[in-house]
């Protein structure tokens, strides 16, 4: 019998979502999630490469008790079936966010996005929509980069850039499969994406995820990272952004979220996690959920708050004012 791509018990296990649905974008279906209270702030997440909606789960644990949030696989992950000839490129990424926004935000209403990865690339994909600039509040930008993967990428150390290039298309590139997840493709599967102090639960949970991804897709989407170019992308997100690196990131190396970070015209803060690799939310999701969290207060807190009935927010700050005393007593 075939084990489920992802944990099935425990905090990296995938919580049942309020409501799911297919979200079509062009000749794809987006399996979607929606979590969390109806009416609260919402977080838009898109994971990366070989990952799925179960790469979220502990921030979807932290984040669901009071935000509306919003996860998806990207074509050919999870439940979302591979594109035929043709589907893999940016652009077609960067349709699947506007589709996922579109379907699921109400008229008018603004998100945080955090991609991280490739879903830190769709975002960059997306930058010149007039769907992303009107939609996202602020984005955060998490273990990913603009351009130079192959070239930057330390997964095969050799000392120069053209050697790096060639090593790491053979590893992007490749669809041999990934073979079951046992104590060696765990052990691999943490050098090259996690740090060095990552739990073994956190590797089992990652490599349940990775290994769940079909060789084809794997394949197909490592073609375009190796051919990434979003510079320009980045250049033109123009909302309040923030980027978020580990240290001992393998796969994009603090080089490139210093890079990214130069280049976005509203970056508010570069945070480098130290001894962390690649997979950042599961690694420590605490540090990723408290930057999502900074950012719907800095700017979608206060968008609620003004959209609420008059009533609703004399109630709400009734019982704010009752909570308060309730604790000084």
Same mark, same amino acid.
Request: proline share 9%; glycine share 12%; with cysteine.
């Given at each position: ?61 932290? @984040? ?14 999870? +439940? ?20 996922? @926004?579109? =379907? ?36 955060? #930008?998490?273990?990913?980069?603009? =351009? ?23 590893? #992007? ?15 691999? #599967? ?14 089992? =949970? ?16 490592? +073609? ?35 890079? @990214? ?11 480098? @996690?130290?001894? #962390? ?15 999502? +969290? ?28 009752? &909570?308060? &005393?309730?604790? =000084?007593?």
């Amino acid at each position: 019998m075939k084990r489920p791509g992802h944990v099935t018990s425990g905090p990296y296990a995938p919580p049942p979502p309020r409501r799911a649905l297919h979200v079509a974008s062009g000749g794809s279906r987006l399996y979607t999630e929606i979590h969390g209270p109806e009416d609260a702030p919402a977080v838009v997440l898109a994971h990366g490469w070989t990952c799925s909606t179960a790469f979220w789960a502990p921030i979807v644990r932290d @984040l669901a008790a009071d935000h509306r949030v919003i996860v998806y696989d990207q074509r050919g992950h999870g +439940r979302s079936p591979a594109p035929g000839p043709g589907g893999y490129s940016t652009a077609a990424l960067a349709d699947d966010l506007t589709a996922v @926004l579109e =379907a699921t935000l109400a008229p008018g209403e603004r998100a945080v996005i955090g991609g991280h990865s490739m879903g830190g690339m769709t975002i960059m994909a997306a930058a010149g929509r007039p769907v992303l600039r009107e939609r996202a509040a602020a984005v955060l #930008l998490c273990s990913t980069g603009a =351009a130079d993967l192959p070239a930057e990428a330390r997964v095969i150390p050799l000392r120069t850039p053209r050697g790096r290039r060639r090593a790491h298309r053979l590893m #992007l590139l490749s669809r041999a499969p990934l073979g079951p997840v046992g104590p060696v493709s765990k052990a691999a #599967l943490k050098y090259a994406t996690m740090g060095a102090a990552s739990a073994a639960e956190q590797v089992e =949970a990652c490599a349940r995820i990775v290994h769940a991804c079909p060789t084809g897709v794997r394949g197909g989407w490592g +073609r375009v990272l190796y051919g990434l170019e979003l510079t320009g992308g980045a250049a033109r997100l123009d909302v309040p952004a923030e980027v978020i690196v580990g240290t001992a990131d393998r796969l994009t190396p603090a080089v490139l979220a210093r890079r @990214l970070a130069s280049v976005l015209p509203d970056c508010r803060r570069l945070t480098q @996690l130290p001894g #962390l690799g690649h997979m950042t939310p599961l690694e420590d999701p605490g540090a990723v959920a408290s930057r999502l +969290r900074a950012l719907v207060t800095a700017h979608l807190a206060e968008e609620k708050a003004a959209e609420a009935p008059s009533g609703e927010k004399d109630g709400a700050a009734r019982r704010k004012d009752g &909570k308060a &005393k309730g604790k =000084a007593a």
